[in-house]
């Protein structure tokens, strides 16, 4: 291990079709130091870059060996290609100090998000988030996309489920905006401690729990699910029976090319889009 004024940091890179990018960053940030970042290419077509930042010490060669096997398991799901995991030593010098300022204070909608450590203030409804997905380069698409629906559709004294929470951001989004019931729910036991987190750093209440759309009961008058396209038509009938009478379903994550499969399906179980957002190559869908 580095001795006193050595190396000790590891960054470690994934080269990501834009399809994997939010499931890449959730194998990364779960040991990143503050989270991950995501370097998006100027030219079109080109891969995404998700990075993320460990101390160099005991532990690193387990974290790294863990990110190699989660990233090797992610492709046999068969979302766009991603590349190896890269491994460099970089120089601990204003560290630190330059990660922090990579994760600037944002406004998307109605919303106002910063990191814990800043103290800007504004106007809007402010969402308390250290970094996790794309944070620094304001946001994925598809979480800026779902936040927007979060802040435009009426949720005070309504009931709202979050499929696949990740941090929670969208889930203590809503209960920001006045939802009586707010349910996060994720497969992965890291998304629901961060989700758990973030509820508690913005003083909101969260049902989080394990699982995803067919393990909760009962319906709701907002359902966001922010996952993959081929995630979403597996689940389809699930999400169409937690949409409560005149409720909305708010979807993304959705690459261009597979968005019509992905109406299709939801239309097969009874439920019509009414809204269709497109940012660069992601789609978002309103249905009810």
């Not at 100027?42 to 160099?56: I, M, N, S, T």
């Not at 460099?88 to 919303?111: M, N």
Request: charged share 25%.
């Amino acid at each position: 291990m580095p001795s006193a004024g050595e190396t000790r940091w590891l960054e470690i890179a994934v080269e990501s079709h834009p399809e994997a990018v939010e499931a890449v960053s959730e194998i990364l940030d779960r040991v990143g130091y503050n989270g991950i970042a995501v370097d998006v290419p100027l030219d079109e077509g080109r891969p995404h870059l998700v990075k993320a930042y460990l101390a160099y010490d005991r532990s690193a060669p387990f974290k790294v060996r863990r990110v190699k096997e989660a990233v090797g398991r992610l492709r046999a799901f068969g979302l766009g290609p991603v590349g190896d995991v890269a491994v460099r030593r970089i120089a601990d010098e204003d560290w630190l100090v330059s990660w922090k300022s990579q994760f600037t204070p944002i406004r998307i909608g109605p919303f106002f998000l910063r990191p814990s450590w800043s103290d800007a203030r504004d106007e809007g409804i402010e969402l308390v988030l250290d970094p996790g997905m794309a944070f620094g380069t304001g946001l994925h698409p598809t979480t800026r996309q779902c936040l927007e629906a979060v802040g435009e559709i009426e949720l005070a004294g309504r009931t709202v489920l979050d499929v696949g929470t990740g941090s929670g951001i969208l889930a203590v989004a809503a209960a920001k905006r006045g939802a009586s019931r707010v349910v996060a729910v994720d497969t992965d036991p890291v998304a629901l401690r961060a989700a758990t987190e973030n509820a508690q750093r913005n003083s909101v209440q969260l049902e989080v729990s394990e699982g995803s759309a067919g393990a909760v009961p009962g319906a709701f008058d907002a359902v966001l699910a922010n996952l993959v396209a081929d995630v979403l038509v597996a689940i389809a009938p699930d999400l169409r029976a937690r949409v409560g009478a005149g409720g909305t379903l708010v979807c993304a994550g959705i690459v261009e090319e597979k968005a019509e499969r992905v109406a299709a399906a939801l239309a097969d179980v009874g439920l019509r889009v009414v809204d269709r957002d497109q940012r660069e190559d992601w789609v978002r869908l309103t249905l009810r």
